[in-house]
């Protein structure tokens, strides 16, 4: 008899403070059966909390090789800045996503453009353009607004009020 493989998705969630997202999104994560959940928080400029199981195997602190890397299907990047990730990390985390790993980058002060990601590695693993350090942080209101398309789409269903509807 084989050992059955544990179909949970493994995530890694790195935050580089204790801001109001999360605790809540640390305790949905971690409430979810589907989800085998990992998370390092920065708490001074040079120290962590690690916490978490992927694999049943304690997560101590950020992976630093390729293999490490693939144990996640899923990282999750706060409000960091790219200093707290070296060259040889950002590179595994673009050659992890190559490979089949998500990332999602969570907005803050300290990351996309402001947090030095431009021209990195992680930035060309995000689907989108970082900016260069010297942006200004968006402060504007926004209100995503659905297409008509969106809008019929079953996943908006009841949410077209909310977020308005664009005519063109």
């Known amino acids: 008899q084989g050992l059955a493989l544990d179909p949970r998705i493994k995530v890694l969630y790195v935050e580089g403070r204790a801001r109001p997202e999360y605790k809540p999104l640390k305790f949905a994560l971690d ?51 790219s200093t707290y990730f070296g060259k040889a990390q950002q590179t595994n985390i673009e ?15 300290n990351n996309f453009g402001p947090g030095g990601y431009k021209g990195s590695p992680i930035e060309k693993a995000l689907p989108v353009f970082v900016g260069d350090q010297n942006s200004p942080q968006e ?23 909310w977020f308005g509807v664009e005519d063109k």
């Open 31 to 81: 409430r979810d059966p589907n989800i085998e959940l990992a998370t390092i928080l920065r708490t001074t400029q040079t120290e962590f909390d690690a916490a978490g199981t992927v694999g049943g195997e304690a997560i101590k602190n950020l992976p630093n090789t390729q293999e490490e890397w693939k144990k996640f299907d899923v990282v999750i990047l706060g409000d960091i800045d």
């Open 139 to 161: 402060k504007s209101q926004f209100v995503p607004r659905l297409t008509a398309e969106g809008a019929t789409h079953p996943a908006m269903e009841g949410l077209s009020d």
């Open 95 to 109: 050659q992890a996503c190559a490979g089949g790993m998500g990332l999602l980058m969570i907005g803050g002060q």
